[in-house]
């Protein structure tokens, strides 16, 4: 329905005259009659009273195709870092309702999990920092660490507390269900190897090595980390050269090593590799995955200079390779920048 249309519909239901809709908003009747023989649309700034005068939201003065709400919701929360409660709840309530639809199931689910994950963490976000000031303000006593550890994911000490078994059990029953399906395997075989499981790791890498799709530069990345799992540093070493050797110019291998490397705290073999698989990328625009495993690795060694200048890096590839203007991934690699600096300037 045209947008003229709706705003006639809107008023009889709301039982008001062309005149008494115009005062309301201030302006002249003509203007409300050339709205609705569309011979005018009205200005950008009257959607909002419109939308409150007829007890609606503006998006409900469009009709909007349940696609199109679905890309509206989706974009609000990549680039929100907080949703009011009444526009989360407005989501909430359409993703509902699309929960039945066949066409739409799938992707509503997915982005009502977005939802619910964003709103959790920006919730995370404000939990770490009235925690941190409570250990601030008593540290010496056990308090809201437990929050902090949750909101932030720190290490827990406990066994009990820090182990993947029920990520583990989830994703043995995904891969059981789907045995001809490549990616469960790896998300299974990543938290087999955070507790060290490796023979069971092994045996899903070889159940996986066998899929149609299997990708062996990965297969050989993982065979690498199952004997850093059983302690073998000299055979998880010689996969890894030989893996980089083999294809010097592969920057999933080389991003890969790279990753592997910084787990061993080898950090300048780590920034090498980096460097050479940013450098090696094709793809344009480029992900900020190198950048940030540099940037992280500066700001542990205590170069923070070097890793604002990366955070430099950051914002150029966001601004000229994916043009974005503002954008949180943008307004927290600015914020990263300066907090770095700061740290600069009381080294």
Not at 35 to 41: H, L, T
Not at 51 to 75: V, Y
Not at 162 to 189: C, M, S
Not at 192 to 202: I, M, T, V
Request: proline share 3%; with cysteine.
């Amino acid at each position: 329905m045209e947008l003229g249309k709706k705003i006639r519909q809107l008023r009889y239901k709301a039982g008001l005259t062309q005149e008494q809709l115009a005062d309301k908003l201030g302006i002249g009747a003509q203007s409300v009659s050339k709205w609705e023989n569309a011979a005018s649309m009205p200005d950008i700034t009257t959607l909002p009273l419109l939308a409150e005068i007829f007890g609606i939201s503006i998006d409900d003065l469009f009709d909007l195709s349940s696609e199109q709400h679905l890309n509206r919701i989706e974009n609000s929360l990549d680039i929100n870092e907080e949703l009011p409660l009444d526009l989360f709840r407005e989501y909430e309530d359409f993703l509902k309702t699309q929960l039945g639809d066949a066409q739409n199931k799938q992707r509503a689910t997915s982005i009502l999990a977005y939802l619910y994950w964003h709103r959790m963490n920006s919730n995370a976000k404000k939990a770490a920092g009235y925690a941190k000031d409570v250990i601030r303000m008593a540290p010496g006593e056990k308090d809201c660490q437990w929050v902090l550890d949750r909101a932030e994911g720190h290490a827990a000490w406990d066994w009990n507390m820090a182990n993947h078994t029920k990520a583990i059990e989830f994703w043995q029953g995904i891969v059981e269900e789907n045995p001809d399906v490549r990616l469960p395997y790896l998300y299974l075989i990543d938290n087999l190897l955070a507790d060290h499981r490796a023979d069971e790791a092994e045996n899903y890498l070889e159940r996986a090595a066998g899929l149609p799709d299997a990708r062996p530069v990965m297969v050989q990345v993982y065979r690498a980390h199952i004997a850093l799992a059983r302690f073998d540093e000299k055979t998880a070493d010689g996969n890894i050269e030989d893996l980089v050797s083999t294809h010097p110019e592969d920057c999933v291998c080389l991003f890969e090593a790279a990753q592997y490397y910084a787990k061993k705290c080898n950090y300048a073999k780590a920034i090498e590799l980096y460097e050479q698989s940013f450098e090696k990328e094709t793809r344009r625009p480029r992900f900020t995955d190198e950048l940030m495993g540099i940037a992280d690795i500066y700001e542990i060694i205590g170069e923070y200079r070097k890793a604002a200048e990366t955070y430099d890096r950051i914002i150029d590839l966001l601004e000229n390779e994916w043009g974005f203007t503002e954008d949180t991934g943008l307004e927290h690699a600015r914020q990263e920048k300066a907090r770095l600096l700061a740290k600069v300037q009381k080294a």
